[in-house]
Nanobody, 115 residues
Framework: QVQLVESGGGLVQPGGSLKLSCTASGSSFSIYAMAWYRQAPGAQRELVARITSGGRTNYADSIKGRFTISRDNAKNTVYLQMNSLKPEDTADYYC?????????WGQGTQVTVSS
């Protein structure tokens, strides 16, 4: 069992930056592929970025070049550095840990991009 706790969300002006963190409890964090998803009001949850246990990354086209996912296995933490934020990035951001058929979700952290 893995418990995920996200932090770092908040209100930011367009063009600003935020760094989200997701810390996992339990063991074997390094074996999990970690991902960030987001869900805007009235929209479906969508994949933002993913990083495998080996460190390979992939990103949604909408955020390429602006967001960076990284992980620190020693701290059981995955990060999402978000730069050049746009109003359309406003959403609840969720952390996910996946390994084979296992999938765990955090409770989400809200990001609002507005002037």
């Amino acid at each position: 069992q893995v418990q995920l706790v996200e932090s770092g969300g908040g209100l930011v002006q367009p063009g600003g930056s935020l760094k989200l963190s997701c810390t996992a409890s339990g063991s074997s964090f390094s074996i999990y592929a970690m991902a960030w998803y987001r869900q805007a009001p009235g929209a479906q949850r969508e994949l933002v970025a993913r990083i495998t246990s080996g460190g390979r990354t992939n990103y949604a086209d909408s955020i390429k070049g602006r967001f960076t996912i990284s992980r620190d296995n020693a701290k059981n933490t995955v990060y999402l550095q978000m730069n050049s934020l746009k109003p359309e990035d406003t959403a609840d951001y969720y952390c996910n840990a996946g390994f084979r058929t296992l999938s765990y979700w955090g409770q989400g952290t809200q990001v609002t991009v507005s002037s």
